[in-house]
Structures are given as C-alpha cells and as structure tokens.
C-alpha cells in the first residue's frame, strides 16, 4: 500500500536556525514526491517536486530511496516559513493521484 | 488565486439531506480533484476527474457522487449515506498533460458542517 508519514504534527525552531521536515514513504515502485505548502489564510500550493532537483525559498528537498525519504530542509528559517506543510507521493497509476501525509505545522520563532 | 473557486465557503447538513458543494475552475484544466481533510489525517482523495464526462473513485469514495458534465465544473455530492461529513473538503485542477509529476492547483475550500 501507498502511504506517506510525517512523523512530526509540530515542529518548532528559532529564526536562523536549520529546519528539517521529515517525510518518509511506502511505495515499491518510482516514486514521484512533492511538497506542498499552506501559509495562514493562504490556500494550498506546491512547494516543489523532486523530479525538478530546484531550491524554492531556500528549501530542498532530496529523495533517498534506500531510506524511503524526503526530508524537505532549509539552512536559515525565516519568519514567513511558518505554516503546514504537507508531503504528497503519487504512485504512478495512470493518473495523479496523490498520497498525502498529516502534515507538519512549522512555527518559527523571532 | 482566482483560478478554482469554491462555494460555498461554509455549508451545514440536516441529517439525512443531500448537499452539492461547487468547484469552478477557469484554468481550462482537464484534471479536477475532490480532497477531504480532517485534522490530523491529511488530505485524502475523493473523487477526480481527468476529462470530461469521466470520473474516478479515491479512495474514500464511499458516500459522494460526482459529475463531470462541462470541463470547469466538478461539483461534489455529499448523501445521506456518508455518516461523518463533517470536514474540509478541497477541489484542485490540473493541466492533466504534464503526467505523475504535475501541479496540482487548490482551491480556498469548503467546510461541513452537520446539524
């Protein structure tokens, strides 16, 4: 089955500091990952993709296939980070169908 | 932001009573997708929809019903036989031409309520 895990609800670091949102998935074929992102009174958007290896606002994200993850990571969190951030895999079924994770709510504190 | 509209923004259920919820799109999209949030379990997929006049079930299908009639639209049907509505529902488009690796666009959402 396809399933994707956010082990963190909350995270909470200070401005400056290295930020780091797990996410790991279940999946036996290619996978094709992203992470999508809501800031406050913001709809859902995407963030970035794995396929596109491209650095939005500072984050990356990297996709480890021997650990079935793709930690999304920013070197320097700023304020305007702050907001849920959601991990999504599609499995490759013909359409895009996407797998989400519960999410992780990052707090940046001044 | 204009380009998927959602209506409306809240929506309150009598027991037993059907209720539609709106999905408007002006991207000219092939793709649309119903989403269903609760706090804590993420976005799971209801319905979508990848051209018109065809649609497929998710993975909670179970007590919805769509359509897909003209391309911009993909109205939701929540029935009677969904026993906890109560959540967030969310519509999204995509070009439907970019295969796995597309965006996907969302819309402000709709919240249930049950009475």
């Known amino acids: 089955a396809q399933r994707v895990t956010q082990p963190e609800k909350l995270l909470s670091v200070f401005k400056g500091a290295p930020v780091e949102l797990k996410c790991n998935y279940s999946?036996?074929?290619?996978?094709?990952l992203f992470w999508y992102v809501q800031y406050s009174r913001q709809r859902l958007q995407l963030l970035l993709r794995?396929?596109s290896r491209e650095s939005i606002k500072g984050f990356t994200a990297d996709l480890n296939k021997g650990e079935t993850s793709f930690h999304l990571k920013k070197p320097f969190a700023q304020e305007e980070d702050s907001a849920m951030y959601y991990c999504a895999l599609e499995g490759g079924q013909g359409a895009q169908k996407l797998v989400f994770g519960q999410g992780t709510r990052l707090t940046i504190n001044p | 932001d204009g380009g998927i509209t959602q209506s409306p923004k809240y929506l309150f259920r009598k027991e037993g009573q059907n209720v539609t919820l709106s999905c408007e799109q002006n991207l000219n999209h092939d793709a649309m997708y119903w989403y269903r949030q609760d706090p804590g379990q993420g976005l799971r997929l209801i319905y979508y929809s990848q051209i018109v006049n065809d649609f497929q079930k998710g993975d909670i299908a179970e007590g919805y019903s769509v359509s897909r009639e003209k391309k911009e639209s993909f109205p939701l049907t929540v029935t009677s036989a969904q026993k906890n509505p109560t959540a967030f529902y969310l519509c999204a488009s995509s070009t439907g031409l970019a295969g796995r690796s597309e965006t996907q666009y969302f819309g402000p959402g709709t919240r249930l309520l049950v009475l």
């Open positions: 794995h396929i």
């Open positions: 999946y036996s074929g290619s996978p094709e």
